[in-house]
């Protein structure tokens, strides 16, 4: 059972470029969530999904955009990357989307560099 | 707007010892508390617990909520090397729509 797999795991990218980071659950899993993690910070919500077709913004959603086509995959788009994207980018996904019933299971992350 | 706070920021012990880490909250209608262990990738998770479910125990690690306190804490006993990571807290609230709010984490360093 992989879980959450997160690619790339490393990418640098050069100002102004775009990218996408891939994100797939075999867990049958509900509700797919994109964080982002800044040294020092908590980690941040970009954007979530409750099922295939409906995405939702989340606390920091600027110059990212989204899309679940599929239970299983949730991509996120990276459009005019700039240095302040540089992070560590999680995916995470649940069963559900209550906080007191189903813990959120992470991808292992993506490395991201805006040079 | 919610407010998840840790401490210590990080923590050094020698194997052995027993460590206590910290979580303090500040959210608009409680809904858990959950407890990751983040090694070199994933967050894995720990504990969850909620108004029904307020103390949890695995092996060496244990939880207790404190609703009263709006905090949480989290005890290892006889610390191995292979607890050395950053723990995060997250609340879960909901407003409007559930939501998770991270602390920062405390990192913890043992010493062999």
């Known amino acids: 059972n992989a879980g959450v797999t997160q690619t790339p795991k490393f990418r640098i990218l050069k100002i102004g470029q775009s990218m996408t980071l891939q994100c797939t659950q075999d867990?049958?899993?509900?509700?797919m969530y994109w964080y982002r993690q800044d040294p020092g910070m908590g980690l941040k919500l970009i954007y979530y999904?409750?099922?295939?077709?409906?995405?939702d913004k989340g606390e920091v959603p600027n110059g990212y955009n989204v899309s679940r086509s599929t239970t299983e995959d949730f991509p996120l788009r990276l459009e005019l990357a700039a240095p302040s994207q540089t992070s560590v980018y999680f995916c995470?996904?649940?069963?559900?989307?209550?906080?007191?019933?189903?813990?959120?299971?992470f991808g292992d992350g993506t490395r991201l560099s805006i040079l | 707007e919610d407010k998840v706070v840790q401490s210590p920021l990080s923590l050094v012990v020698h194997e052995g010892d027993t460590v206590t880490l910290n979580c303090s909250y500040e959210?608009?209608?409680?809904?858990?508390l959950l407890w990751y262990k983040q090694e070199k990738k994933a967050p894995t998770f720990l504990f969850m617990l909620?108004?029904?479910?307020i103390e949890k125990k695995s092996g060496r690690l244990s939880s207790i909520l404190d609703k009263k306190e709006l905090s949480s804490i989290l005890n290892i006993t006889a610390t191995q090397t292979g607890d050395s990571a950053i723990y995060l807290c997250?609340?879960?609230?909901?407003?409007?729509?559930?939501?998770?709010?991270f602390g920062t984490g405390t990192r913890l360093t043992i010493i062999p």
């Open positions: 959210v608009t209608n409680f809904r858990s």
């Open positions: 995470a996904s649940s069963y559900s989307g209550q906080t007191f019933n189903q813990p959120q299971h």
């Open positions: 999904s409750v099922g295939a077709g409906i995405t």
């Open positions: 909620t108004s029904s479910g």
């Open positions: 867990m049958n899993h509900n509700y």
């Open positions: 997250a609340v879960g609230s909901n407003f409007g729509n559930e939501k998770l709010t």
